[in-house]
């Protein structure tokens, strides 16, 4: 059964880095098979694309984050992370990874749970 | 840019409930609608627009193409409460719709 969780701080302080990890069971993130997202979430509002990994470490990213954005995967840890510098409290939302199989259409179709991020002093 | 409607409503147990998704631009078929509940992450219903992700009830359906699309849901039921978000995987960004927050009466 394949199981996505997330991990990090849950308090950044403005203008730092703000880093979470992504630790996958049940499929391996190096088997070629899947991207491997990020996705956040405001308190009360909708959902947010931030960027997706391959395999081979190629990455896409949402222009409106792509400048402060890293996504990566350890291979040796079978995890994703997420880096976010210069963050503000407009990044405070909770995170999300989520697997999208590598086809034709793209979906997410395993999430973490999710974890709260707030940004604040 | 991915328009939902109506943003929320409110049907009986056993009513068929339909959620329109409008895009910008043509998406072609490269649409999925998500549910999701208070507290959890969004679960994957409908990919490509039509197909049924595996597990899904059968009540939930989605039919469209190009810039309009529609879940709809043949007989909602008490479990269904949630807000539902499409989502177009035409073109990066991915972007989704605002949602629409089912409720039953």
């Known amino acids: 059964q394949v199981q996505l969780q997330e991990s990090g701080p849950g308090l950044v302080k403005p203008s730092q880095t703000l880093s979470l990890t992504c630790s996958v069971s049940?499929?391996?993130?190096?088997?070629?098979?899947?991207?491997w997202s990020w996705i956040r979430q405001p308190a009360g509002e909708g959902l947010e694309w931030i960027g997706r990994?391959?395999?081979?470490?190629?990455?896409n990213f949402n222009p409106s984050l792509e400048s402060r954005i890293t996504i990566s995967l350890d291979t040796s840890k079978n995890q994703v992370s997420l880096k976010l510098t210069s963050v503000t409290a407009v990044d405070t939302a909770v995170y999300y990874c989520?697997?999208?199989?590598?086809?034709?259409?793209?979906?997410?179709?395993?999430w973490g749970r999710g974890t709260l991020v707030t940004v604040s002093s | 840019q991915m328009t939902q409607s109506p943003s929320s409503l409110s049907a009986s147990v056993g009513d068929r409930v339909t959620v329109s998704c409008r895009a910008s631009?043509?998406?072609?078929?490269?649409l999925n609608w998500y549910q999701q509940k208070p507290g959890k992450a969004p679960n994957l219903l409908i990919h490509?627009?039509?197909s049924l992700h595996s597990g899904v009830p059968s009540r939930f359906s989605g039919s469209g193409s190009g810039t309009d699309f529609t879940l709809t849901i043949s007989s909602l039921q008490p479990e269904d409460s949630a807000t539902y978000y499409c989502?177009?995987?035409?073109?990066?960004?991915?972007?989704f719709g605002q949602g629409t927050k089912v409720e039953i009466k």
């Open positions: 631009e043509s998406v072609r078929m490269y």
């Open positions: 989502q177009q995987t035409y073109g990066t960004p991915w972007t």
């Open positions: 990994v391959y395999t081979n470490g190629a990455t």
């Open positions: 989520a697997r999208e199989p590598y086809s034709g259409n793209y979906f997410q179709d395993k």
């Open positions: 490509a627009a039509t």
């Open positions: 049940g499929d391996s993130v190096s088997n070629g098979t899947n991207y």
